[in-house]
Protein backbone atom coordinates (compact mmCIF):
# COMPACT_ATOMS: atom_id res chain seq x y z
CA UNK A 1 0.00 0.00 0.00
CA UNK A 2 1.10 3.65 -1.20
CA UNK A 3 1.81 6.02 1.59
CA UNK A 4 -0.61 8.41 -0.05
CA UNK A 5 -3.33 5.67 0.71
CA UNK A 6 -2.12 4.86 4.35
CA UNK A 7 -5.15 6.31 6.75
CA UNK A 8 -4.64 8.57 9.76
CA UNK A 9 -5.32 5.02 11.69
CA UNK A 10 -2.36 2.88 9.43
CA UNK A 11 -0.01 5.62 10.22
CA UNK A 12 -0.49 6.04 13.91
CA UNK A 13 -0.13 1.97 13.92
CA UNK A 14 3.23 2.08 12.11
CA UNK A 15 4.50 4.92 14.37
CA UNK A 16 7.24 3.84 17.44
CA UNK A 17 5.38 5.13 20.39
CA UNK A 18 2.45 3.14 19.36
CA UNK A 19 4.44 -0.20 18.49
CA UNK A 20 6.72 -0.18 21.57
CA UNK A 21 3.76 0.68 24.22
CA UNK A 22 1.33 -1.91 22.57
CA UNK A 23 4.51 -4.41 23.01
CA UNK A 24 5.00 -3.45 26.47
CA UNK A 25 1.48 -3.28 27.45
CA UNK A 26 0.98 -7.15 26.31
CA UNK A 27 4.00 -8.16 28.07
CA UNK A 28 2.70 -6.74 31.11
CA UNK A 29 -0.46 -8.41 30.59
CA UNK A 30 1.45 -11.62 29.56
CA UNK A 31 2.96 -11.30 33.20
CA UNK A 32 0.11 -10.89 35.53
CA UNK A 33 -1.45 -13.55 33.36
CA UNK A 34 -4.17 -11.49 31.85
CA UNK A 35 -6.79 -13.29 30.18
CA UNK A 36 -10.03 -10.96 29.56
CA UNK A 37 -9.59 -6.94 29.63
CA UNK A 38 -11.12 -4.04 29.20
CA UNK A 39 -9.51 -1.26 26.98
CA UNK A 40 -11.06 2.54 28.17
CA UNK A 41 -10.74 4.87 26.08
CA UNK A 42 -10.24 2.75 22.76
CA UNK A 43 -10.48 4.88 20.48
CA UNK A 44 -9.82 3.37 16.41
CA UNK A 45 -8.81 -0.06 18.61
CA UNK A 46 -4.99 0.03 17.64
CA UNK A 47 -4.03 -1.09 21.14
CA UNK A 48 -7.21 -3.28 21.36
CA UNK A 49 -6.26 -5.61 18.06
CA UNK A 50 -2.99 -6.01 18.98
CA UNK A 51 -4.14 -7.10 22.63
CA UNK A 52 -6.50 -9.89 20.96
CA UNK A 53 -3.75 -10.93 18.19
CA UNK A 54 -1.69 -12.18 20.94
CA UNK A 55 -4.50 -14.46 22.80
CA UNK A 56 -6.11 -12.57 25.16
CA UNK A 57 -9.95 -11.19 25.04
CA UNK A 58 -11.01 -7.89 25.00
CA UNK A 59 -13.62 -5.26 25.43
CA UNK A 60 -13.22 -1.96 24.26
CA UNK A 61 -15.41 1.43 25.04
CA UNK A 62 -15.14 4.84 24.03
CA UNK A 63 -16.63 8.29 24.64
CA UNK A 64 -16.88 9.47 20.75
CA UNK A 65 -18.94 7.12 18.97
CA UNK A 66 -17.12 8.12 15.41
CA UNK A 67 -13.75 6.45 16.99
CA UNK A 68 -15.93 3.14 18.07
CA UNK A 69 -17.29 3.00 14.84
CA UNK A 70 -13.97 2.88 13.22
CA UNK A 71 -12.68 0.68 16.17
CA UNK A 72 -15.61 -1.31 14.80
CA UNK A 73 -14.78 -1.52 10.79
CA UNK A 74 -10.49 -2.01 11.83
CA UNK A 75 -11.84 -5.14 13.69
CA UNK A 76 -13.47 -4.43 17.28
CA UNK A 77 -16.56 -5.67 15.71
CA UNK A 78 -19.29 -6.96 18.56
CA UNK A 79 -16.28 -5.74 20.75
CA UNK A 80 -16.65 -1.90 20.95
CA UNK A 81 -19.36 0.18 22.26
CA UNK A 82 -19.76 3.96 23.30
CA UNK A 83 -19.15 4.71 26.90
CA UNK A 84 -17.68 7.47 29.40
CA UNK A 85 -15.14 6.18 31.47
CA UNK A 86 -16.33 8.48 34.39
CA UNK A 87 -19.43 6.33 34.25
CA UNK A 88 -18.56 2.66 33.17
CA UNK A 89 -21.64 0.84 32.65
CA UNK A 90 -20.32 -2.10 34.88
CA UNK A 91 -21.68 -3.31 37.66
CA UNK A 92 -19.32 -3.03 41.20
CA UNK A 93 -15.95 -5.36 41.13
CA UNK A 94 -17.48 -6.88 37.83
CA UNK A 95 -14.44 -6.04 35.87
CA UNK A 96 -11.17 -8.03 36.17
CA UNK A 97 -8.43 -6.07 34.66
CA UNK A 98 -8.67 -2.74 32.89
CA UNK A 99 -5.80 -0.66 30.23
CA UNK A 100 -6.01 3.06 29.61
CA UNK A 101 -3.20 4.16 27.31
CA UNK A 102 -2.66 7.30 26.91
CA UNK A 103 -6.47 8.60 28.43
CA UNK A 104 -5.93 10.47 31.88
CA UNK A 105 -4.45 13.60 30.01
CA UNK A 106 -7.47 13.89 27.91
CA UNK A 107 -9.56 14.66 31.00
CA UNK A 108 -10.29 17.51 33.08
CA UNK A 109 -11.40 15.14 36.54
CA UNK A 110 -8.47 12.69 36.63
CA UNK A 111 -9.06 11.84 40.32
CA UNK A 112 -13.04 11.19 39.37
CA UNK A 113 -11.53 8.73 36.73
CA UNK A 114 -9.85 6.47 38.93
CA UNK A 115 -12.97 6.30 41.56
CA UNK A 116 -14.73 4.93 38.70
CA UNK A 117 -11.92 2.33 37.63
CA UNK A 118 -11.36 1.47 41.73
CA UNK A 119 -15.58 0.98 41.78
CA UNK A 120 -15.67 -1.55 38.08
CA UNK A 121 -12.31 -3.44 39.09
CA UNK A 122 -12.58 -6.76 40.70
CA UNK A 123 -10.54 -7.09 44.11
CA UNK A 124 -7.44 -8.65 42.37
CA UNK A 125 -7.77 -7.57 39.48
CA UNK A 126 -4.88 -5.10 37.24
CA UNK A 127 -5.53 -1.97 36.58
CA UNK A 128 -2.89 -0.39 33.63
CA UNK A 129 -2.47 3.06 32.83
CA UNK A 130 0.08 4.37 30.46
CA UNK A 131 0.53 8.56 30.79
CA UNK A 132 2.72 10.84 28.99
CA UNK A 133 5.17 12.93 31.21
CA UNK A 134 6.56 16.70 31.16
CA UNK A 135 9.25 15.65 28.79
CA UNK A 136 6.50 14.33 26.25
CA UNK A 137 5.07 18.10 26.44
CA UNK A 138 8.39 19.34 25.65
CA UNK A 139 9.18 17.13 23.00
CA UNK A 140 6.09 18.09 21.33
CA UNK A 141 7.13 22.17 21.79
CA UNK A 142 9.98 21.36 19.65
CA UNK A 143 8.32 21.02 16.72
CA UNK A 144 5.78 23.82 17.67
CA UNK A 145 2.36 21.23 18.79
CA UNK A 146 0.82 22.29 21.84
CA UNK A 147 -0.99 19.92 24.17
CA UNK A 148 -3.79 21.66 23.78
CA UNK A 149 -3.67 20.74 19.31
CA UNK A 150 -3.75 16.88 20.08
CA UNK A 151 -6.75 17.28 22.87
CA UNK A 152 -4.39 16.83 26.07
CA UNK A 153 -5.33 18.84 29.59
CA UNK A 154 -2.56 17.88 31.55
CA UNK A 155 0.85 15.77 31.57
CA UNK A 156 1.75 14.17 34.74
CA UNK A 157 4.97 13.38 36.31
CA UNK A 158 5.12 9.92 38.30
CA UNK A 159 4.69 12.02 41.59
CA UNK A 160 1.67 13.74 40.58
CA UNK A 161 0.10 10.20 39.32
CA UNK A 162 0.82 8.69 43.06
CA UNK A 163 -0.40 11.96 44.82
CA UNK A 164 -3.74 11.43 42.88
CA UNK A 165 -3.80 7.67 43.51
CA UNK A 166 -3.17 8.55 47.21
CA UNK A 167 -6.96 9.45 47.38
CA UNK A 168 -8.16 6.22 46.44
CA UNK A 169 -8.11 2.03 46.50
CA UNK A 170 -6.02 1.73 44.21
CA UNK A 171 -2.25 1.05 44.45
CA UNK A 172 0.75 1.01 42.36
CA UNK A 173 2.34 -2.17 42.51
CA UNK A 174 4.67 -1.77 39.15
CA UNK A 175 5.56 1.10 37.60
CA UNK A 176 8.10 1.15 34.49
CA UNK A 177 9.41 4.09 32.65
CA UNK A 178 8.31 4.29 28.76
CA UNK A 179 9.41 5.18 25.10
CA UNK A 180 12.33 7.53 24.69
CA UNK A 181 12.46 11.26 23.31
CA UNK A 182 13.38 10.14 20.74
CA UNK A 183 10.23 8.21 19.75
CA UNK A 184 8.44 11.20 20.88
CA UNK A 185 9.65 13.15 18.23
CA UNK A 186 9.21 10.19 15.77
CA UNK A 187 5.38 9.99 16.63
CA UNK A 188 5.13 13.68 16.91
CA UNK A 189 6.07 13.79 13.14
CA UNK A 190 2.67 12.34 12.60
CA UNK A 191 0.63 15.47 14.64
CA UNK A 192 3.35 17.95 12.67
CA UNK A 193 1.94 17.12 9.17
CA UNK A 194 -2.00 18.07 9.97
CA UNK A 195 -0.76 21.82 10.44
CA UNK A 196 0.84 22.06 7.34
CA UNK A 197 -2.21 23.49 5.92
CA UNK A 198 -4.85 23.40 8.60
CA UNK A 199 -3.13 24.39 11.82
CA UNK A 200 -4.81 21.71 13.85
CA UNK A 201 -4.27 18.28 14.69
CA UNK A 202 -7.54 15.84 13.87
CA UNK A 203 -8.00 12.49 12.24
CA UNK A 204 -10.06 14.21 9.57
CA UNK A 205 -7.27 16.89 9.15
CA UNK A 206 -4.79 14.70 8.95
CA UNK A 207 -6.06 12.93 6.64
CA UNK A 208 -6.76 15.76 4.23
CA UNK A 209 -2.90 17.11 4.87
CA UNK A 210 -1.73 13.91 3.23
CA UNK A 211 -3.32 14.83 0.04
CA UNK A 212 -1.00 17.52 -0.22
CA UNK A 213 2.72 17.34 -1.60
CA UNK A 214 4.35 18.71 0.98
CA UNK A 215 2.69 16.15 3.60
CA UNK A 216 3.29 13.45 1.09
CA UNK A 217 7.18 14.38 1.33
CA UNK A 218 7.39 14.34 5.03
CA UNK A 219 4.53 11.36 5.55
CA UNK A 220 7.09 9.51 3.33
CA UNK A 221 9.84 9.97 5.31
CA UNK A 222 8.41 9.24 8.47
CA UNK A 223 6.69 6.06 7.17
CA UNK A 224 10.44 4.86 6.19
CA UNK A 225 12.04 6.45 9.89
CA UNK A 226 9.18 4.28 11.84
CA UNK A 227 10.07 0.76 9.71
CA UNK A 228 13.79 1.07 9.59
CA UNK A 229 14.54 2.70 13.01
CA UNK A 230 12.20 0.91 15.27
CA UNK A 231 14.67 -2.03 15.87
CA UNK A 232 16.99 1.06 17.26
CA UNK A 233 13.79 2.57 19.45
CA UNK A 234 13.45 -0.87 20.56
CA UNK A 235 17.41 -1.20 21.62
CA UNK A 236 17.07 2.30 23.33
CA UNK A 237 14.16 1.21 25.66
CA UNK A 238 16.04 -1.07 27.56
CA UNK A 239 18.74 1.14 28.44
CA UNK A 240 15.91 4.12 29.25
CA UNK A 241 17.32 6.85 32.29
CA UNK A 242 13.92 8.17 33.87
CA UNK A 243 14.96 11.42 32.59
CA UNK A 244 14.42 10.60 28.68
CA UNK A 245 11.52 8.71 29.48
CA UNK A 246 8.12 10.63 27.94
CA UNK A 247 5.34 8.22 29.19
CA UNK A 248 5.01 6.34 32.80
CA UNK A 249 3.22 2.67 32.84
CA UNK A 250 1.34 2.23 35.83
CA UNK A 251 0.14 -2.10 37.07
CA UNK A 252 -2.61 -0.84 39.81
CA UNK A 253 -4.22 -3.11 42.62
CA UNK A 254 -7.06 -2.43 44.28
CA UNK A 255 -6.16 -2.62 47.91
CA UNK A 256 -8.69 -4.41 49.30
CA UNK A 257 -6.28 -7.19 47.73
CA UNK A 258 -3.99 -5.30 49.59
CA UNK A 259 -1.89 -4.60 46.51
CA UNK A 260 0.01 -8.05 45.79
CA UNK A 261 0.14 -10.26 43.23
CA UNK A 262 -2.11 -13.76 43.74
Request: hydrophobic share 40%.
Amino acid sequence: MGIRNLTPYELASVSPGTRLRSRLLVGVMKKYKIKTICDCGCGTGILANRIRNRGIDVVGFDIHPQLVSQAIENGLDGMGFVADILDIPFAGASVENIVAADVIEHLTRPLDTFHEISRVLSRGGNAIFTIPNHTFECVYDLLGISQADIGHVKTYSKKEVEQLLSETDLQVVEHRNVCSIAVGLADAAIAKLAELKYGKTTVQSSEMALKTSKAFFLAWSYYLLCKLSYPLFLMLEYMLPSFLATENIFILRHKGNGGKND
